[in-house]
Every structure is written in structure tokens, then in C-alpha cells.
């Protein structure tokens, strides 16, 4: 019986204030946190929602957790983790991640920040000297109408504090039609079996969209901070975070690839008219291959995740341990592309309404334009992945969710209602 079921059974639907009542999980029981405030039947519409996705075939499953004050608010698995083998979803089924990648990158840079290896105000140059040559694409329109693309110095050199704001002029090619990413596109960025420092040069040989620190601009920008990462440690992405972020946190079944024939098994995988992420290129979780792709590339599970969130909620400190000193917390959480920065925003601004940008991620900054604005608290931190795999850290709230599903069409809808649904169910 799953914790919706255990919860009406027990208090009819009744609006509580939750002290130390305890809930039923597929994987065992937990203590619902003194103090939480839920109604118990618009809780239990999340669990109707998904279970109605999985029904009429928009996803294969899903996993959400909502923990509050240090322990599960709810706890639910939905559907298969492969509708091939049909194995249940479990804390322990690897999602592909994508951009949440992007968090964990950003977390392990701000710890190098912290012991000195960089600083934010660095030149990229100074450590990859290709990209002190680096142009800025500049699109001339002529009056039969074509465009050219004119190559002008930087106003000012990219720095690391740019690739982690994402206002370095690094993009992707995937999106859009601009004559630069139209460039990215057609540089075959991704042949060959390479690694992180070769990728670093291609980008350094392709223009870049804007000046530096003139507009958030998504794109391979935490690719080349995770070489910058690798030249001031002497080591690879991985053994980096491995050694400062997840073997510490207890994050076993997080990295990179999955080849292994046991987590094979516990790979999640899309429905299949739904498998295609739309990014640019396939990269193969399943083979083992040189690039580490620091903005797209991790996988992970629930039970490892939910550390990395915690630790987020708790300003870098998990279990008593300190992977974020105050001051980087502060760094990393602050908005730094909002008035005053210099930085605009156009159609492609993901971090949305409402939201201005951190280091890694995207920080609640106003209620936004929409009529009822979306929910959530001031301060709020987020991201998301193509494969739909979504985190909210709401530290007003003493809260954070994270939702783990692998579907790149439905993923919006989905996560914008599951949000809706999460705020609906909270009495404050």
C-alpha cells in the first residue's frame, strides 16, 4: 500500500498539522517532520496526476520526493523505470540527469574556489591560452537582406565567473538560428572520441554570441569551466568530484557512464517515440568514452540526489560535514545578472519568469509577471534537465523536491503542474 493510501485510511482526508505521524514508502516507513503543515488529500493529488501521465502513456514512471526539515514529506514511485523489462522504479534506478549536471559542476567549482585553485575574476585565458584569441560574432545584415558574420575582439576578456553566470558568449548549437550557433552546429563539436581539454579548444576556435557579461546565454560555458577544474587540480572532472563531493556525500551510483551489467539494469530509460533529448548529440551513458560532459553527462538516483539537495537546503553542510563555506554558498545563491549586472535577458533566458541566475542556478528573485504567479518562495533555487529530471530548493520552507522522470517531450507540463500541486498541498 503506498503512503497516499496509508494517510487517507488513517485521517480521512483531514487538513493536519503534522507532528510525528509516520507513512508508509515502497521502500519501508519515515517520519512525516514535526511542524510540516499538509492537507492530506490535495497531497494525494500529485501521486493522481502521475499515476494518470503513466496511464495514458506520457511517461513510463517517475519518482518524487518532498522532504521537509531534514526527513520525507512524501515519498512515491510511479510506473517502470523501462516498459521493456518493466522493472518498478526505485531510490535506486539511474536517471540520466543532463543540465542537472551543471549544479553538481558548479558545486565542485565553488569548493575549488574555496581552497584557492581559481578565482571567479580569472581570464579563462589564463588557463586555456586559446581563448585569448577567442572573437565575438557580430551579425551584419546587408540590403538584399543576407547576413555575414563579423568577427570583433571581446569588450573584455570571458572569465570563470562568466561561465558560471553563463554570460561568457559560449552557446550551444542546437537551438536557435543565429549565424553562431549555426557555426557551433556545423564545427562537428562532438566527433571523434575526445576529451575535455580537447573539447575546450574546439570552443575556443568558434565565436562567441555576445560580449562577454552582456547576456545569459546557455551553452557549453560549464564544459569549459570542468577543464579549467582539471588544470588547477591535475586530475580528471570526475576523480574531483569524486573525492571532494560524492564519496563524501555517500553519492555511490553518480557519475558519468553506466556499463556495469547490475546498473545497467537499474538504468531508466524513456518511453521509445519519446528517446530523443533534442540536445545535439548523443551522448552514450552506456559507453565508456573520454568526454566527461560537465553540463550534461552525470547520472544519478534518488537516494544519491536527495543528499545533493539536502546539502543545497542546509547552505553546504550535510551530516556535519562542510562542502561550501558561507561565503561560496552566498556566492553560488545570489542573483548575479539581475539590475545593475549589465546582463539582458532574451527569449532563450531558461532560468524563466521570475527567476534571476546564481552560479549554477537559477535563484527566485520576484513573483514574476504571471497572473497568479507561479508558486514557490523568494530565493528559491532550481534546475532541470532535458530528460525532465527537476530540483526546487526552498530554503524559506526548510524544503526541497525533486522529481526524476526521462522524458524530454512532456517534461515542462509535467513539472510545472507537479510544482503547482506541491504548493497546493501546503498549509502555511
Given amino acids: 500500500m503506498n503512503s497516499g493510501h496509508v494517510l487517507r485510511a488513517l485521517f480521512c482526508g483531514a487538513v493536519l498539522t503534522i507532528a510525528a505521524a509516520s507513512s508508509a514508502s515502497a521502500e519501508g516507513t519515515f517520519d512525516i517532520p514535526a511542524g510540516a503543515h499538509f492537507n492530506l488529500q490535495k497531497l494525494d493529488r500529485i501521486g493522481d496526476y502521475l499515476r494518470d501521465q503513466i496511464a495514458n502513456g506520457k511517461i513510463p514512471g517517475a519518482i518524487l520526493l518532498i522532504q521537509q526539515h531534514g526527513k520525507p514529506v512524501y515519498h512515491e514511485f510511479f510506473g517502470v523505470q523501462d ?22 559542476t558548479s558545486v565542485a567549482a565553488m569548493m575549488l574556489v574555496d ?11 589564463k588557463y586555456i591560452p586559446s581563448f585569448a584569441n577567442v572573437k565575438v560574432g557580430v551579425e551584419k545584415k546587408s540590403e538584399d537582406g543576407t547576413k555575414t558574420l563579423e568577427l570583433v575582439p571581446p569588450n573584455r576578456p570571458p572569465t570563470v565567473l562568466d561561465l558560471m553566470r553563463h554570460t561568457s558568449g559560449i552557446t550551444y548549437g542546437f537551438y536557435g538560428d543565429s549565424l553562431v550557433r549555426k557555426a557551433y552546429a556545423a564545427a562537428n563539436l562532438y566527433a571523434g572520441d575526445f576529451d575535455l581539454a580537447e573539447f575546450a579548444e574546439r570552443i575556443a576556435k568558434l565565436p562567441l554570441h555576445d560580449q562577454p557579461g552582456t547576456l545569459w546565454q546557455y551553452g557549453h560555458s560549464t564544459d569549459v569551466l570542468a577543464r579549467i577544474m582539471e588544470i588547477v587540480s591535475g586530475k580528471s572532472l570526475f576523480e574531483i568530484e569524486r573525492e571532494r563531493l560524492l564519496d563524501p556525500l555517500g553519492m555511490n551510483d553518480t557519475g558519468f557512464f553506466v556499463t556495469e551489467p547490475e546498473r545497467l539494469q537499474r538504468l531508466a530509460q524513456p518511453l521509445p517515440n519519446d528517446s530523443n533529448f533534442r540536445v545535439g548529440r548523443e551522448y552514450r551513458t552506456e559507453v565508456r568514452q573520454k568526454w566527461e560532459s560537465a553540463s550534461g553527462g552525470m547520472v544519478s538516483t534518488m537516494s544519491d540526489f536527495s543528499k545533493f539537495a539536502q546539502m543545497l537546503l542546509d547552505g553546504g553542510k550535510f551530516e556535519g560535514k562542510t562542502y561550501l563555506s558561507p561565503k561560496a554558498y552566498e556566492l553560488m545563491t545570489t542573483d548575479h545578472i539581475g539590475a ?18 546564481g552560479l549554477g542556478l537559477a535563484v527566485r528573485t520576484d513573483p514574476g509577471n504571471a ?4 508558486p514557490g518562495s523568494l530565493g528559491e533555487l532550481k534546475w532541470d534537465g532535458a530528460s525532465g529530471c527537476y530540483f526546487v530548493i526552498d530554503r524559506k520552507q526548510d524544503m526541497f523536491f525533486v522529481l526524476l522522470e526521462q522524458t524530454p517531450t512532456e517534461r515542462q507540463r509535467i513539472q510545472r503542474t507537479v510544482k503547482q500541486l506541491i504548493y497546493e498541498a501546503m498549509e502555511n
Avoid at 532560468?351 to 541566475?357: A, H, I, L, R, V
Fill in 83 to 104: 516498459v521493456v523489462s518493466k522493472q518498478p522504479m526505485t531510490d535506486q534506478t539511474i536517471f540520466r540527469l543532463f543540465s542537472m549536471t551543471k549544479a553538481i
Fill in 340 to 357: 545593475g549586472s549589465g546582463v539582458a535577458r532574451d527569449y532563450f533566458y531558461f532560468p524563466g519568469d521570475g527567476f534571476g541566475f
Fill in 115 to 125: 581552497e584557492g585553485k581559481f578565482a571567479l575574476e580569472d581570464p579563462i585565458a
Fill in 371 to 374: 497572473k497568479p504567479p507561479p
